[in-house]
Structures are given as structure tokens and as C-alpha cells.
């Protein structure tokens, strides 16, 4: 069975960075493109960046130059850094393959933007 387990959240202030990590099993990370999703109270799940296999990544406008994915293969891993953060990116951020996989989503990783 696939597993995915993000971590990183946390509570910071407007302007402040952090960076989120998911880590996923061998089966999952290798043969996929896989992304970040978030979904903040009372919206829809929505895709904050992905990354191809070979690293060729894709932002939505409204993270576009404040945060960054990446991958490193050998580890399973994807991370998300994400700076000048804004109350609006306040959310449950996940992991899964892009395009999702219903079976994937984990419990993710509560970001809250607050001063």
C-alpha cells in the first residue's frame, strides 16, 4: 500500500519561511510526478507546485517566486520551501502523485499564517 507522510507544518508569522517535507514509499516516488496540494477551511484542494520525475517543476501563480519544490530521488523525498509566507497560505498541505491518486492522500501537514 502506497504511503506518504508529510511533516514541516507549523505556526509562523507573516514573512516567515518554513519547509515541508513528505517522504513516500520506493513504489510511489520513483514512477511518478508528484506535487504538493494544499486545502485551506472551507475550500477546495487545490495544487500548490509539482515536479516531474526528471525535475522539471510548475507553480501556481500565487506561490510563483516565494516557494519552491524539489525532489530527491534516492531518499523518497519532496520538500517544499516555502518563504514570505502570507495568512492566505494558511492550509493543510499534502503530498501525492500528479496527477493525485485518491488512494495517496495522508493526514498533511497543518501551515498556519498568523501574526
Known amino acids: 500500500q502506497a504511503q506518504l507522510v508529510e511533516s514541516g507544518g507549523g505556526l509562523v508569522q507573516p514573512e516567515e519561511s518554513l519547509r515541508l517535507s513528505c517522504e513516500a514509499s520506493?513504489?510511489?516516488?520513483?514512477?511518478?510526478?508528484m506535487g504538493w496540494y494544499r486545502q485551506a477551511p472551507g475550500k477546495q484542494r487545490e495544487l500548490v507546485a509539482s515536479i516531474t520525475i526528471t525535475g522539471s517543476t510548475n507553480y501556481a501563480d500565487f506561490v510563483k517566486g516565494r516557494f519552491t519544490i524539489s525532489r530527491d530521488n534516492p531518499k523518497n523525498a519532496m520538500y517544499l520551501q516555502m518563504n514570505f509566507l502570507k495568512p492566505e497560505d494558511t492550509a493543510i498541505y499534502y503530498c501525492?502523485?500528479?496527477?493525485?491518486?485518491?488512494?495517496?492522500w495522508g493526514q498533511g501537514t497543518q501551515v498556519t499564517v498568523s501574526s
Open positions: 520506493r513504489s510511489v516516488f520513483h514512477f511518478n510526478d
Open positions: 501525492n502523485t500528479v496527477p493525485f491518486r485518491q488512494a495517496y
